[in-house]
């Protein structure tokens, strides 16, 4: 059997647990306990614990109401799920065995009949497209009637930068349609690229990037658990290498150790990058500089040659870029890009375009700023 992965099985179970992120833990403790769930934001980089935060402080409203009430949806996930799959009918599905189709699957199927024939009742007898399927996605959970009806319904929409500008304003008036029913929370790295109208109906949370001073003894208290031999040295490698994203250190933590070896300084960098990562580095770096050409030739190999998914490129070219020191208005406009592409993505025809097209604005707007 696999060992369990350690950002799994030290992840957060109570809001005591959280590292480095007083503030807004200490405004959603208050919340919960107050019995209160204002529509929310939670923003900031990977592995800060937005995702947790978001699931823990459901389970603290909503209590006993919580199995009916409440759903998180990705909606990188939702937003890339394929029209075909969707169409499958329940029954068929239901027959598959469990390790063959998921929670997704089965609310994605849902999904995809209440649309066809809200669409058919109107007169058009297409197939909705990926974009009706994301917004009857949302609405669906929106707007069911629950068992616990006196409690409002929570639904978590994660990595809600996938979001398309357009989706925004459909979300906006969903949001008002429901609001007396049901509470949005959102998770998103940046509240750039947001709709105005979105941020302003709700409570906005930052989750900054954990310093190494909060990560190298949470670190430490995970490496005594496992038994770890490890120096301070390789245990401040780790938090530097992480760049304040845990979810990260944990795993590094975990991939260094799995020799069962003690943990050195040097096996900390070797085991840091995977190359998938590496060549995204320097795809845009390159791409900075302005060196496009070369920049290109990364990605038709990314691309072409080692068959990664489009949107795990886009998803580490914005991983990257947040991590880099840009100015702020820099660092909007090149995510704003990222989150343009990333969207088109599901429809290109050609995602190689696509992302050329987002390295060469990415080198322009870096000369520009400079
Ligand atoms: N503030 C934190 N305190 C403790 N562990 C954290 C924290 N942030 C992230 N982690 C670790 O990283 C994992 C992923 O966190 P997650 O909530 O998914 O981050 P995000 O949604 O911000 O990317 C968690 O399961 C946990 O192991
Ligand atoms: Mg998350």
């Not at 099985?9 to 208050?30: E, M, V």
């Not at 019995?35 to 978001?54: D, E, F, Q, R, V």
């Not at 025809?349 to 696509?354: C, K």
Request: net charge positive.
């Amino acid at each position: 059997m696999e060992p369990p992965l350690w950002s799994v099985k030290y992840s957060p179970q109570s809001w005591d647990d959280f590292i480095g992120q007083d503030r807004a833990i200490t405004q959603l403790r208050k919340l919960a306990e107050s019995g209160s769930c204002p529509n929310m934001i939670l923003h900031g980089p990977y592995g800060t614990g937005k995702t947790t935060a978001a699931l823990l402080f459901s389970r603290e409203f909503l209590g006993d109401a919580f199995t009916s009430n409440f759903k998180m949806l990705n909606v990188r996930n939702v937003s890339g799920y394929s029209v075909a799959q969707a169409k499958r009918d329940i029954k068929a599905l239901a027959k598959l065995d469990r390790s063959e189709r998921t929670e997704l699957d089965e609310y994605m199927s849902l999904v995809f009949k209440e649309v066809k024939s809200e669409l058919n009742a109107k007169g058009r007898t297409r197939d909705p497209n990926r974009s009706q399927l994301l917004q009857g996605a949302i609405r669906l959970f929106a707007s069911t009637v629950t068992v616990s009806d006196e409690k409002v319904k929570v639904l978590v929409l994660d990595e809600a930068d996938a979001l398309s500008g357009s989706m925004q304003q459909a979300l906006r008036r969903t949001m008002e349609i429901y609001s007396d029913v049901c509470r949005f929370i959102f998770t998103t790295p940046t509240l750039a690229g947001w709709s105005p109208a979105v941020i302003s109906r709700s409570l906005s949370l930052n989750f900054p990037s954990v310093s190494e001073g909060d990560a190298v003894p949470f670190l430490s208290g995970i490496a005594k658990k496992e038994n770890l031999e490890i120096d301070s040295a390789a245990l401040d490698a780790v938090a530097r290498e992480s760049g304040g994203d845990l979810r990260f250190a944990v795993n590094l933590l975990q991939i260094a150790a799995a020799d069962g070896r003690p943990v050195t300084e040097t096996k900390v960098y070797e085991s840091s990058e995977t190359e998938f990562v590496k060549s995204v580095r320097k795809m845009l770096d390159l791409a900075i500089s302005g060196a496009f050409v070369d920049s290109r030739k990364i990605l038709r190999n990314l691309l072409g040659v080692k068959n990664h998914s489009p949107g795990d490129v886009c998803l580490a070219i914005q991983r990257n870029l947040i991590r880099k020191r840009f100015k702020p208005q820099a660092l909007k406009a090149m995510l704003d890009r990222v989150a343009e592409i990333d969207h088109r993505l599901v429809q290109a025809q050609n995602p190689f375009i696509q992302i050329t097209a987002l390295l060469a604005s990415i080198g322009r707007i870096a000369s520009e700023t400079q």
